[in-house]
């Protein structure tokens, strides 16, 4: 096997190349640089990360009655950014799932209503609270001037009661998962959360914090060590 010219820089010994540490061993000032570099490297939320994120907000859109909506998002600190869902919200799913929409769907439902929900307002560019629309359906058997004189009343406040919650309902969700995302995306970048997964790998680096070969990088190393007769200890 032919050692990269990386790994011929140094003079191989049992654990590692000579001249590298981990990033346990580094000096303060190193741990500093080797942070900084590792924050600007691209890989603190990658594709797989934003999927988790993404399969975490249909997660809980599905916890708070909204099963069957599909989640758009974007979260960099840039206008026009945010959350939204887009597609049919089931009513029975809201009842299972929200206490208030389940007595408002109910009362609606008494008086003969059946409603059908649809979010819209996707258009590819833009996704935030204020991207959706909530269009609510109402059909009743009955014509709404033969309803009981009661109801002629009653349902037109009704339907708007629930209407108006669901609206606000919806954007108060978004707000939700805007400031979870955030907060799992900052996560990432903090300090603390960063030096801690660099401990926990094998990377090696200089003196100076600049790392010097990857932990895949170090596993090949090993293996070479092995092909040319070297215990790796």
């Not at 050692?3 to 654990?15: D, F, G, I, Q, V």
């Not at 929900?117 to 560019?125: L, R």
């Not at 014509?143 to 339907?159: C, F, G, Q, T, Y």
Request: glycine content about 6%.
């Amino acid at each position: 096997m032919k050692l990269s010219e990386l790994r011929r820089k140094y003079l191989l010994a049992p654990k590692r190349p000579k001249g590298l540490r981990f990033f346990e061993e580094l000096s303060k000032e190193a741990k500093e640089v080797a942070i900084e570099n590792e924050k600007n490297s691209g890989r603190r939320f990658d594709d797989d990360d934003a999927s988790f994120l993404t399969e975490d907000f249909q997660n809980q859109l599905a916890e708070k009655g909204f099963e069957a909506v599909k989640v758009f998002w974007s979260l960099a600190y840039c206008q026009g950014d945010g959350v939204a869902f887009y597609g049919r919200v089931y009513a029975n799913d809201l009842k299972e799932k929200d206490s208030h929409a389940k007595k408002l769907i109910g009362r609606l439902e008494t008086a003969g209503d059946e409603i059908s929900v649809e979010i819209t307002g996707a258009n590819g560019w833009y996704h935030h609270r204020n991207s959706m629309t909530v269009e609510v359906d109402f059909e009743n058997e009955t014509d709404d001037e033969d309803l009981p004189a009661r109801l002629k009343i009653a349902l037109p406040v009704w339907r708007e009661d629930f209407e108006s919650y669901l609206a606000e309902r919806v954007k108060e969700i978004s707000d939700e998962l805007e400031k979870c995302g955030y907060a799992e995306i900052d996560y990432r970048y903090e300090d603390e959360t960063i030096g801690q997964d660099l401990t926990e790998r094998e990377d090696l680096y200089e003196k100076d914090g600049t790392r010097a070969m990857s932990e895949s990088e170090f596993e090949n190393w090993k293996k070479s060590e092995v092909l040319f007769g070297k215990a790796v200890v």
